[in-house]
């Protein structure tokens, strides 16, 4: 059974892997140097431990404890609970949902032990927002995708806002990150996988006519919001796919985009 402690010192330095949560640049150097994430709101906290993340320790609001009392139990980690003033104090902002978690990272995967077994994979080159990356991986946990490769400089899936975005669906699609881009393309290519790149441009065939259902292996290609792919990846593809448009718009925000896609990637696929 875990320790409930209340603590009343914001510079208490047992609650210091919730410092300064807002501190985005801080947070991304900090989190996975020292092997671990933030998971905030009690649908996630439980998602992750069900995942098989270890629990570091918890930061509870006091009304949260009877909430979140079977986590508790079941953790073999400290429970800090707190007043709402001083969760503010430690973290630099107002903690709405009242319950926070600092769990301990997983190693992550090989692009081959990723690709041995799935089908339908999501491709994100330089996707650096956090919302974006949560709002993908949540549309892919949700329409069948089986894994996510990332290129070496997209954003931590572990982000806090990005886990919060995605409600948890980052500790259900497995992932991994590809060096040497783009040319890591070629792993994914050489694994039986046909790179078919998204894109607004005229010249991309329309998602029906390219039928990626119907295809063995596919792995969709997904760009930062604006730019979009570079041109080294789209160079690099075996296709370039577009979701037609009305009403005179050009493009989609690329987690709505994302989510058309991986639809027409899996409808109607036979199942694994």
Known sequence: MAELIT?????????SDYTGLTDVELRRRREPAEGLFIAEGEKVIRRAGQAG???????LSAKWVDAMRDVIDAARAPVYVV????????TG???HRGA???LARKPLPTVADVLRTARRVAVMEAVNDHTNIGAIFRSAAALGMDAVLLSPDCADPLYRRSVKVS???VFSVPYARLEGWPRALDTVRDAGFRLLALTPD???VPMDTAAPHRMERV?????AEGDGLSRRALDSADAWVRIPMAHGVDSLNVGAAAAVAFYAVTAGRPEH
């Open 7 to 15: 603590v009343e010192d914001p510079d208490d330095p047992r609650l």
């Open 53 to 59: 993340y270890a629990m570091r320790s918890m930061l």
């Open 83 to 90: 007043g709402p003033e001083l969760a503010e104090r430690v």
């Open 93 to 95: 902002y107002h903690v």
């Open 100 to 102: 926070l978690a600092s």
């Open 167 to 169: 409600m948890g669906a």
């Open 202 to 204: 005229e010249r991309a």
């Open 219 to 223: 792995a969709l290609m997904l760009g």
